[in-house]
């Protein structure tokens, strides 16, 4: 099941997003940059250890506490079929007085950002903060969507952004709660 969005610049997949064969994959960080369960897990282990050298490298030159909320880095690939990988860290639910949307929707806009200065076609996103940071997943879904599409219309590149969700029924309740 795919379904795309956006004259197809959008196309929402269910998927393991290490395996993805796009310029960059986006990565659900924390603010270590160091790695950890879900989708931050598999994709260093899935990348190897040059990203987390090179994660190692932006906190001491740039984020010596950590990259902030709604923050994006990028580093190279290592062994992915990605080029590169995008760190960002979402909010943590609830964590953030009335500013959790606000943060989220950071997420998806500074990595995007990212993705243009970087002459990346072609993205792959997670459903950031809606694993372990207990994002709800239909208002993440209206969030990340608006977002996206307000980038979209404004920019030209990249021309596809995949969005990968872990299971079907997921990927369902992102379906019927965008706001494309
Ligand atoms: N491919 C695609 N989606 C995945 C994959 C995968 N391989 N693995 C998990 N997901 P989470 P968060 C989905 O918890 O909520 C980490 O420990 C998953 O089903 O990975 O932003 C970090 O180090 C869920 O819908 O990220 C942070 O400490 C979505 O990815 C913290 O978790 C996000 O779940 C970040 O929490």
Redesign the pocket.
């Known amino acids: 099941m795919n379904k795309s969005f956006l004259s197809e610049r959008v196309i929402v997949k269910v998927?393991?997003?290490?395996k993805e064969n796009v310029d960059a994959i986006v990565n659900?960080?924390?603010l270590?940059l160091l790695?950890?369960?879900?989708?931050?897990?598999?994709?260093h282990r899935a990348g190897g250890s040059n990203i987390l050298d090179e994660c190692r490298e932006i906190r001491r030159r740039k984020f010596p506490t950590g990259l902030p909320t709604g923050e994006a880095v990028i580093t190279g690939g290592g062994n992915l079929k990605a080029r590169f990988v995008i760190h960002t860290?979402?909010p943590?639910y609830g964590l953030n007085k009335s500013r959790d949307a606000e943060l989220l929707a950071d997420c998806y806009k500074n990595s995007l950002d990212l993705a243009v200065k970087n002459n990346i076609q072609s993205i792959a996103f997670?459903?950031?903060?809606?694993?372990?940071?207990?994002?709800p997943?239909h208002k993440a879904a209206q969030i990340s969507s608006e977002a996206i599409k307000n980038f979209v219309t404004q920019n030209q590149t990249p021309k596809i952004i995949l969005l990968?969700?872990?299971?079907e029924t997921?990927a369902q309740k992102f379906i019927r709660q965008q706001n494309f």
């Open positions: 998927g393991d997003i290490t659900a960080a924390n270590t790695g950890g369960g879900g989708v931050d897990g598999a994709i860290v979402g943590v997670p459903s950031i903060s809606t694993g372990a940071y207990g994002y997943k990968i969700f872990f299971s997921d």
